[in-house]
């Protein structure tokens, strides 16, 4: 038997960012972490990167079910991610 090896170009690669959220009605200072998530944007829009921004740093723009708990995602975060990952890869 012969072994494959298997490369990747990184000048070929095409990854898909997901900034996944912390469920703010249960973090309350959330917002300390913006301007670090706020980095990450920066450095993937600066690098030409795709990338789907679930990150909520107060209630307001949170949609329930994102999360089962305070990190992990549920129905609808994993519907979100299935759908940026078919869109990104069509």
């Known amino acids: 038997q012969s072994q494959m090896k298997l490369t990747v170009d990184p000048q070929k690669a095409d990854p898909l960012f997901v900034i996944q959220p912390l469920n703010p009605f249960v973090y309350t200072n959330l917002h300390t972490l ?12 600066h ?6 921004d679930m990150w909520r740093s107060d209630t ?7 999360l089962t708990d305070i990190m992990h995602l549920g129905p609808v975060g994993w ?3 299935d759908s940026a990952v078919v869109a990104h890869f069509q």
């Open 47 to 52: 690098n030409g990167f795709d990338y789907l």
């Open 79 to 81: 519907y979100r991610v």
């Open 34 to 45: 913006d301007p670090t998530i706020g980095a990450v944007r920066a450095a993937l829009d």
């Open 60 to 66: 307001t723009g949170y949609r329930p079910g994102t």
